[in-house]
């Protein structure tokens, strides 16, 4: 089945940037999607279509896509934005299958 | 406000059936792709499969299918998920959720999710 390649962990310090990465051949074709998971809570849509940010969602969430690696930019981290991040695409064989990548937890210091 | 709302928690001894569900709120579900995503104890998304509603359409992730069953009753505005055997590796938050889509064809879509109920904790456990 199809797969989708995230780093374990990030860390950064508060006011840094940081970057996630999410690495997968059918992203050439697919749009990603990135979410954001807070401890006991549900994820919630952060990024969509590789770089559109959904209402409500900080200015300082951004994305960005070349070949197959799209990355979650987090400008300005602050000690909320500690979770863990999620990217999801579709699988390359069949469009209708959702695949999410294993997740990264991004730790401010 | 657009919310899913699902079952309470539930607990089962293994080799036992459970069915949970999702209600909408705020909206007909019978217009969009609803799914289930499960999450193992600190473990990552798990995207189980999805169903449409009003023409009773599923399709399952190869990891799930033939483990779980989704449907829908499309007069009750509910999804649901079942077990007929439930095991204990199985026990897990699940998350029902609303997918968006976009796409100028059948065969240039695209899946994401807009809407997250709560989850349902389910425990199996002897």
């Known amino acids: 089945s199809y797969e989708l390649t995230q780093p374990p962990s990030v860390s950064v310090s508060p006011g840094q940037t940081a970057k996630i990465t999410c690495t997968g051949d059918?992203?050439?074709?697919?749009?990603a999607f990135w979410y954001r998971q807070k401890p006991g809570q549900a994820p919630v849509l952060v990024i969509y279509k590789d770089t559109e940010r959904p209402s409500g969602v900080p200015e300082r969430f951004s994305g960005s896509s070349s070949e197959t690696t799209v990355t979650l930019i987090i400008s300005g981290v602050q000690a909320e934005d500690e979770a863990d991040y999620y990217c999801q695409s579709a699988d390359n064989i069949n469009t209708f299958h959702v695949v999410f990548g294993g997740g990264t937890k991004l730790t401010v210091l | 406000e657009v919310h899913l709302v699902q079952s309470g928690a539930e607990a089962r001894k293994p080799g036992e059936s459970l069915k949970i569900s999702c209600e909408a709120s705020?909206?007909?579900?019978?217009?969009?792709?609803i799914g289930w995503v499960r999450q193992l104890p600190g473990k990552g998304l798990d995207w189980m499969g999805m169903?449409?509603?009003?023409?009773?359409?599923?399709t399952y992730s190869p990891s799930f299918q033939g483990h779980v069953t989704i449907s829908a009753d499309k007069s009750l505005n509910i999804v649901f998920l079942q077990w007929s055997s439930l095991k204990a590796s199985e026990t897990a938050i699940y998350y029902c959720v609303r997918h968006g889509v976009f796409g100028s064809s059948a065969s240039d879509l695209y899946f994401y999710i807009d809407v997250w109920g709560k989850g349902t904790a389910v425990t199996v456990s002897s």
């Open positions: 705020g909206f007909n579900l019978n217009n969009y792709w």
């Open positions: 059918a992203l050439t074709k697919q749009y």
């Open positions: 169903v449409f509603p009003v023409e009773s359409n599923v």
